[in-house]
């Protein structure tokens, strides 16, 4: 006697039993699954113990976050308080999201790295906070802070931070590079 094979549409597509397919018995497995979670979470919260976590976000913040969470962006200072970041354009260049914009700017006075960013602005509605800004970052420039406070908006054009927030919220200047010290101007020399 010949089996015939059904050849299935995709390699991976799934087989149904017959008790999966009558959907009753899996829905009531469902169910069960959703209503032990609940009555345990509210057995603990009942009884004083930690149980499900929930945080009234503006107000609260989880005491349980990592310590290496990807929050808020920052850019580091230099001494003098302007930004240490050359707009070398390495962070936007990275973005897997294309959500950081730098227009550079040139300052011959500044001899050591003459380039600074005259414009520097993310655009939080877009941003995956994956962190490759900071580690494509060769000057140390730019950091992701625990926190995000001010993030959530209803407005789309307050999720852009600009480099006066960036530079002004949290600020920091523990740079691992520091900039340079810029040179005493030159005196004349003056020969008898």
């Not at 609940?38 to 930690?50: P, Q």
């Not at 580091?76 to 294309?98: E, F, S």
């Not at 001899?111 to 000057?139: N, Q, T």
Request: aromatic share 10%.
């Amino acid at each position: 006697m010949k089996v015939s094979y059904v050849r299935k549409r995709y390699w991976n597509e799934p087989t149904m039993s017959l008790w999966e397919r009558a959907y009753l018995p899996e829905i009531l497995r469902g169910l069960g699954i959703t209503s032990v979670v609940f009555l345990r979470n509210m057995w603990r919260w009942v009884t004083g113990r930690k149980g499900a976590l929930t945080t009234f976000y503006p107000e609260e913040t989880r005491l349980d976050y990592a310590p290496l969470n990807r929050g808020k962006h920052v850019l580091t200072q230099r001494p003098d308080g302007k930004p240490q970041c050359i707009a070398c354009n390495m962070c936007a260049t990275v973005c897997p999201a294309k959500v950081i914009e730098i227009e550079a700017g040139f300052d011959p006075a500044d001899v050591a790295h003459p380039k600074f960013p005259i414009r520097f602005e993310i655009d939080y509605s877009r941003c995956v906070f994956c962190g490759l800004c900071v580690e494509a970052c060769p000057e140390d420039a730019i950091r992701m802070a625990r926190e995000t406070p001010g993030l959530p908006s209803a407005d789309r054009h307050d999720m852009w931070l600009g480099l006066e927030e960036l530079l002004s919220w949290n600020p920091q200047r523990d740079v691992a590079k520091p900039y340079p010290a810029a040179a005493p101007p030159a005196q004349p020399a003056i020969t008898p």
